[in-house]
């Protein structure tokens, strides 16, 4: 994003009507201080992601009413905000790096002027507080590349790199819904500092999680149902690979003392050292190998019983 930053402080004529239907009693302009903020564009940002000008569009509905903190601390003790108008304006003359008409999400927000408040407002109106970061939630990660959603299934591209000499990034879409604004020191994103969240429904079983978890970048968010499931899941595959252990480990011995039976030449630690590195599959085709071939017959092994002569002159030195 280019900017996640404060602009210009005003008040206009209209603007103390929309201020008041969040208020529970009639302010006027003497008691508020308001604020212009551009919260995020789409722009590709430096987690090689952006908004599609749609989901900014329906983020600028979301963002109204909504609140604004410190660091996304969620704590109510540290609103100090509300965001009372929002709209998603075109950047005349102005393209993203892929080539699209730059669109920029900006908003209108209120606060008291009390003396709580002093030292914020003057530090806003210093260029000391000045840049924002939102934190919001959408419902699609689309490849730029292929066009897959990589919160259902893994596509194979990888955000930064080119294909073709084309970049590829993650295209957010579908904007579920936004939860605050944040004064922070250091943005997130490069030069705007967004934050981004993903929030898993409900009703999402546990493969969809799971594509969730792989392909997000930012937060996620899971209910207590579906944090239970993604542990018990995470619990049953740690048995499985202590069996696993247990399997290859057994496997090794075995393989080991087949090497031994078959070439005695060699030094045991050697053979230990070689079976050591190798993987499961690797140990189980060695063994099966080893049981297919036959052994090799001592020099004094006597012949299968069709051929022994009955008088053993086989034995003869």
């Known amino acids: 994003?280019?900017?996640?930053?404060?602009?210009?402080?005003?008040?206009?004529?209209?603007?103390?009507?929309?201020?008041?239907?969040?208020?529970?009693?009639?302010?006027?302009a003497d008691e508020v201080y308001t604020f212009s903020l551009r919260l995020c564009d789409?722009?590709?940002?430096?987690?090689?992601e952006c908004f599609s000008v749609e989901t900014l569009g329906r983020l600028a509905e979301l963002f109204i009413g909504k609140t604004g903190l410190f660091d996304h601390s969620m704590k109510s003790a540290d609103q100090k905000a509300r965001i009372y108008d929002a709209y998603?304006?075109?950047?005349?003359?102005?393209?993203?790096?892929?080539?699209?008409?730059?669109?920029?999400?900006?908003?209108?927000?209120?606060?008291?002027?009390?003396?709580?408040?002093a030292e914020l407002i003057n530090e806003i109106e210093a260029g000391i507080k000045k840049e924002v970061s939102v934190s919001c939630s959408v419902e699609k990660n689309v490849c730029s590349i292929c066009g897959k959603d990589r919160k259902q299934e893994r596509c194979g591209h990888i955000n930064g790199n080119t294909?073709?000499?084309?970049?590829?990034?993650?295209?957010?879409?579908?904007?579920?819904?936004?939860y605050e604004f944040s004064f922070v020191?250091?943005?997130?994103?490069?030069?705007?500092g967004v934050t981004k969240a993903f929030k898993i429904e409900e009703d999402k079983n546990l493969d969809e999680i799971i594509n969730t978890v792989k392909s997000c970048k930012g937060g996620l968010e899971l209910t207590e149902k579906q944090a239970k499931s993604l542990s018990d899941y995470i619990s049953e595959l740690e048995d499985k690979a202590a069996l696993g252990d247990?399997?290859?480990?057994?496997?090794?011995?075995?393989?080991?003392?087949?090497?031994?039976?078959r070439f005695p030449e060699l030094d045991g630690e050697t053979v230990k050292g070689v079976v050591g590195v190798m993987t499961a599959k690797e140990l189980k085709s060695f063994k099966i190998g080893f049981e297919k071939t036959k052994a090799p017959k001592p020099q004094l092994a006597p012949e299968s019983n069709s051929e022994v002569k009955e008088d053993f002159s086989q034995f003869r030195i």
Not at 4 to 19: H, N, P, Q, R, V
Not at 163 to 178: N, Q, V
Not at 185 to 192: D, L
Not at 249 to 258: D, H, I
């Open 246 to 261: 247990e399997y290859r480990s057994a496997l090794a011995k075995e393989v080991v003392k087949l090497f031994s039976l």
């Open 42 to 48: 789409n722009e590709v940002d430096r987690d090689f």
């Open 163 to 178: 294909y073709g000499k084309k970049l590829c990034f993650g295209i957010l879409e579908g904007a579920l819904d936004a």
């Open 185 to 192: 020191a250091v943005p997130a994103q490069k030069k705007a």
């Open 88 to 117: 998603l304006e075109k950047q005349e003359g102005e393209y993203t790096s892929y080539g699209e008409a730059l669109y920029a999400l900006k908003a209108k927000a209120y606060m008291l002027r009390s003396d709580e408040n």
């Open 1 to 28: 994003m280019n900017k996640g930053i404060i602009e210009k402080t005003f008040l206009g004529e209209s603007d103390i009507d929309k201020i008041n239907e969040f208020s529970r009693r009639e302010l006027t």
